[in-house]
């Protein structure tokens, strides 16, 4: 029998001078290094199983679950490495992590990549933790959190954005135990969202049946009106308590600050996100009970009171402790036996994002309408991780680009802007249709951060892009508008006042809006049979069309009598299409021959997307000495860095099979 599963924090121990041998147990030892293991240390990655091939990463189209570990008991995941290289606005609310146990249908951990790793809004923040340390800008993320189980487990994401992750990669770290104390408990993680939350109701973070013990919690807030949101407290009521064993005395008291949310960093609680008090501020912030966990024996609700200061429209105080309407999200982090049952359901993609809705207007695509005063405009592509950026050369102060976007409709947005950063870059503040563009900041609560929006400064050290910067919340007609970037300066270590822009976010606010986040609802892909799956080939949606063909991928050579359609499928204009329908004649083999022809074809495609390219070179391989009549194009796709390994392992295979 294993020690019990527990959690090992790392404490500075003295050991006491004495005579003679000390015995172990009084040694300073932490994490018990100095005790024999009987374990067996494993690991799940996405490592390529192919040495000679440094493409280690997956790909998940949209609607597409990547399964980053299957394993069999008895058993702990001690550790959790993930990095993602995404496009698409708010990808880390986008990929949805499910943890299962033991065969179970039900998930127990589940919740945004982001928000599970700290870190709300679908933002990238490092965090330094106990538990969770997200490192490189946020984008390593890590988790320590011990994940026991019996039988099984099975790690997921999913991706619920409606755009092809370009990398993930991943790491699971885990114990192969010889058994486990009958009465582990089980790791949970459940996100939950109230987009908004008003009428002065609370806001219940959790409410579990069942036995075990509170661990954590991550709070994010997009506040819906202006001033402090956090005069709740919180509210933990045990067993089915009328009245709750704690309480506390505010929303940032519980997350252990003190006179608003700042950002700062700890071993038990952070701050990763705070923006100020102003209309539709950002604020996302962590705390770990582990020195300090809430035992239940039967159930467990956990309320946060929400309330805060308002004003009335002149700005004057209409109350220090009032109704308020803000949008809340979080995840709960706990321990018990057996599988929580009967939590609500997750909502679905876009459904998580700050607002529920999100229109990304990609700035490359007009760029022939930008203009530039006293700068040169010019796109720089795949600047960063397939993100193309319209770039601005500035001569130093008081230089301007001005950049279009059109408004499907009239109506109340939030606009933000996601920028570049790099060391010569510089500072800027931005216009909306030519006027200066802040949201209300109003404050009467003494040690809130007031802080202005509407700047923007681009130094870092190393390139990063989708740095956000909110415009804020206006009134927008149908049409066309501009956003217009002014230098005005620079950092004295900033080489030059460059200016980069991915792209332009609208997001529609108010009730109406809010309302829609929870009629967001999975795509609808073809199941049945080979014939009844085809027909998701030609469906309007392209993410239809795209898990259609990954469907037909899995079922292998069954998938023969759909050869045509997907071969035609190669022609998609969805480049997630043309890449899963090559993967399904993959799986085809010699059988795929009719296929090769095309498949050439699409090899030959200039400007063609990468993965396009390596799944199809994969697809002639796979065909192989039928295929060979391809051989010229797949020796030119050789000669690129990013299809090479693709290209060469089918040059193998097919070379092989005509010998």
């Given at each position: 029998?294993?020690?019990?599963?527990?959690?090992?924090?790392?404490?500075?121990?003295?050991?006491?001078?004495?005579?003679?041998?000390?015995?172990?147990?009084?040694?300073?030892?932490?994490?018990?290094?100095?005790?024999?293991?009987?374990?067996?240390?494993?690991?799940?990655?996405?490592?390529?199983?192919?040495?000679?091939?440094?493409?280690?990463?997956?790909?998940?189209?949209?609607?597409?679950?990547?399964?980053?570990?299957?394993?069999?008991?008895?058993?702990?995941?001690?550790?959790?490495?993930?990095?993602?290289?995404?496009?698409?606005?708010?990808?880390?609310?986008?990929?949805?992590?499910?943890?299962?146990?033991?065969?179970?249908?039900?998930?127990?951990?589940?919740?945004?990549?982001?928000?599970?790793?700290?870190?709300?809004?679908?933002?990238?923040?490092?965090?330094?933790?106990?538990?969770?340390?997200?490192?490189?800008?946020?984008?390593?993320?890590?988790?320590?959190?011990?994940?026991?189980?019996?039988?099984?487990?099975?790690?997921?994401?999913?991706?619920?954005?409606?755009?092809?992750?370009?990398?993930?990669?991943?790491?699971?770290?885990?114990?192969?135990?010889?058994?486990?104390?009958?009465?582990?408990?089980?790791?949970?993680?459940?996100?939950?969202?109230?987009?908004?939350?008003?009428?002065?109701?609370?806001?219940?973070?959790?409410?579990?049946?069942?036995?075990?013990?509170?661990?954590?919690?991550?709070?994010?807030?997009?506040?819906?009106?202006?001033?402090?949101?956090?005069?709740?407290?919180?509210?933990?009521?045990?067993?089915?308590?009328?009245?709750?064993?704690?309480?506390?005395?505010?929303?940032?008291?519980?997350?252990?600050?003190?006179?608003?949310?700042?950002?700062?960093?700890?071993?038990?609680?952070?701050?990763?996100?705070?923006?100020?008090?102003?209309?539709?501020?950002?604020?996302?912030?962590?705390?770990?009970?582990?020195?300090?966990?809430?035992?239940?024996?039967?159930?467990?609700?956990?309320?946060?009171?929400?309330?805060?200061?308002?004003?009335?429209?002149?700005?004057?105080?209409?109350?220090?402790?009032?109704?308020?309407?803000?949008?809340?999200?979080?995840?709960?982090?706990?321990?018990?036996?057996?599988?929580?049952?009967?939590?609500?359901?997750?909502?679905?993609?876009?459904?998580?994002?700050?607002?529920?809705?999100?229109?990304?207007?990609?700035?490359?695509?007009?760029?022939?309408?930008?203009?530039?005063?006293?700068?040169?405009?010019?796109?720089?592509?795949?600047?960063?991780?397939?993100?193309?950026?319209?770039?601005?050369?500035?001569?130093?102060?008081?230089?301007?680009?001005?950049?279009?976007?059109?408004?499907?409709?009239?109506?109340?947005?939030?606009?933000?802007?996601?920028?570049?950063?790099?060391?010569?870059?510089?500072?800027?503040?931005?216009?909306?249709?030519?006027?200066?563009?802040?949201?209300?900041?109003?404050?009467?609560?003494?040690?809130?951060?007031?802080?202005?929006?509407?700047?923007?400064?681009?130094?870092?050290?190393?390139?990063?892009?989708?740095?956000?910067?909110?415009?804020?919340?206006?009134?927008?007609?149908?049409?066309?508008?501009?956003?217009?970037?002014?230098?005005?300066?620079?950092?004295?270590?900033?080489?030059?006042?460059?200016?980069?822009?991915?792209?332009?976010?609208?997001?529609?606010?108010?009730?109406?809006?809010?309302?829609?986040?929870?009629?967001?609802?999975?795509p609808a892909v073809p199941s049945g049979s080979v014939v009844d799956v085809v027909q998701g080939l030609s469906a309007a949606d392209p993410?239809?069309?795209?898990?259609?063909?990954?469907?037909?991928?899995?079922?292998?050579?069954?998938?023969?009598?759909?050869?045509?359609?997907?071969?035609?499928?190669?022609?998609?204009?969805?480049?997630?299409?043309?890449?899963?329908?090559?993967?399904?004649?993959?799986?085809?083999?010699?059988?795929?021959?009719?296929?090769?022809?095309?498949?050439?074809?699409?090899?030959?495609?200039?400007?063609?997307?990468?993965?396009?390219?390596?799944?199809?070179?994969?697809?002639?391989?796979?065909?192989?000495?039928?295929?060979?009549?391809?051989?010229?194009?797949?020796?030119?796709?050789?000669?690129?860095?990013?299809?090479?390994?693709?290209?060469?392992?089918?040059?193998?295979?097919?070379?092989?099979?005509?010998?």
């Amino acid at each position: 029998m294993i020690a019990r599963a527990r959690l090992v924090l790392p404490v500075l121990l003295l050991a006491c001078p004495g005579r003679g041998e000390e015995p172990l147990s009084s040694l300073p030892d932490p994490f018990r290094l100095m005790e024999p293991k009987s374990f067996e240390a494993r690991r799940s990655s996405s490592n390529n199983p192919d040495l000679s091939s440094n493409d280690d990463s997956k790909r998940p189209i949209p609607g597409e679950t990547t399964v980053l570990a299957d394993l069999e008991g008895p058993g702990a995941i001690a550790h959790i490495w993930i990095t993602v290289a995404d496009s698409e606005f708010g990808w880390p609310r986008l990929l949805r992590l499910r943890v299962y146990y033991d065969g179970s249908a039900t998930p127990s951990v589940d919740a945004p990549l982001g928000d599970f790793f700290a870190v709300g809004h679908g933002f990238e923040r490092p965090v330094q933790s106990f538990v969770i340390r997200d490192s490189s800008d946020g984008r390593s993320r890590n988790s320590y959190w011990p994940m026991p189980f019996r039988k099984s487990c099975r790690i997921t994401i999913t991706n619920e954005g409606r755009r092809r992750v370009h990398n993930l990669y991943y790491q699971v770290d885990w114990q192969k135990l010889p058994s486990l104390p009958a009465d582990t408990p089980y790791f949970h993680a459940h996100y939950r969202q109230a987009l908004p939350n008003s009428g002065g109701k609370p806001y219940e973070v959790l409410s579990v049946k069942g036995r075990g013990h509170y661990v954590g919690t991550v709070l994010s807030v997009v506040q819906g009106e202006a001033g402090w949101f956090g005069e709740g407290d919180d509210f933990f009521y045990v067993d089915g308590q009328a009245k709750a064993s704690l309480e506390g005395t505010g929303t940032e008291d519980y997350f252990n600050d003190a006179w608003s949310l700042h950002v700062s960093e700890g071993l038990y609680t952070g701050v990763p996100v705070a923006e100020g008090t102003g209309l539709g501020s950002r604020m996302s912030a962590y705390r770990w009970h582990l020195a300090d966990p809430i035992p239940f024996t039967r159930s467990l609700r956990f309320d946060m009171e929400h309330k805060g200061w308002t004003f009335k429209p002149d700005g004057a105080v209409k109350s220090a402790f009032g109704e308020r309407t803000d949008l809340l999200s979080s995840v709960a982090f706990w321990y018990q036996q057996g599988i929580a049952e009967g939590l609500p359901e997750t909502p679905y993609g876009a459904g998580r994002l700050p607002q529920g809705n999100a229109t990304q207007i990609e700035v490359d695509k007009a760029i022939a309408d930008a203009r530039g005063e006293k700068g040169k405009v010019s796109l720089s592509p795949e600047l960063f991780w397939s993100k193309d950026v319209l770039l601005f050369e500035a001569e130093g102060p008081g230089s301007r680009v001005e950049v279009p976007f059109d408004v499907p409709t009239d109506g109340d947005y939030e606009v933000y802007a996601e920028l570049a950063r790099g060391s010569d870059y510089g500072i800027y503040t931005v216009l909306l249709d030519g006027k200066k563009a802040e949201s209300s900041a109003l404050e009467h609560e003494p040690g809130a951060d007031v802080i202005p929006t509407g700047r923007f400064d681009g130094y870092a050290p190393e390139t990063y892009v989708g740095a956000p910067l909110q415009v804020g919340w206006p009134h927008l007609t149908k049409g066309r508008h501009t956003l217009t970037f002014v230098c005005v300066g620079k950092r004295e270590t900033a080489s030059a006042y460059v200016l980069g822009v991915d792209d332009i976010i609208l997001a529609r606010t108010g009730p109406a809006a809010w309302a829609d986040a929870g009629k967001v609802k999975a795509p609808a892909v073809p199941s049945g049979s080979v014939v009844d799956v085809v027909q998701g080939l030609s469906a309007a949606d392209p993410v239809v069309r795209g898990l259609s063909a990954l469907a037909l991928r899995d079922r292998g050579k069954e998938a023969l009598p759909a050869l045509a359609q997907l071969t035609a499928a190669l022609g998609d204009k969805d480049a997630n299409v043309r890449l899963m329908a090559g993967n399904a004649i993959a799986t085809l083999g010699a059988q795929a021959a009719p296929a090769v022809g095309a498949l050439t074809a699409t090899c030959a495609v200039k400007g063609e997307e990468v993965h396009v390219l390596r799944s199809c070179a994969s697809a002639l391989g796979a065909i192989g000495k039928p295929a060979a009549s391809a051989l010229p194009v797949l020796r030119d796709l050789a000669l690129l860095p990013r299809v090479q390994w693709a290209a060469e392992a089918a040059i193998r295979a097919i070379e092989a099979g005509a010998r």
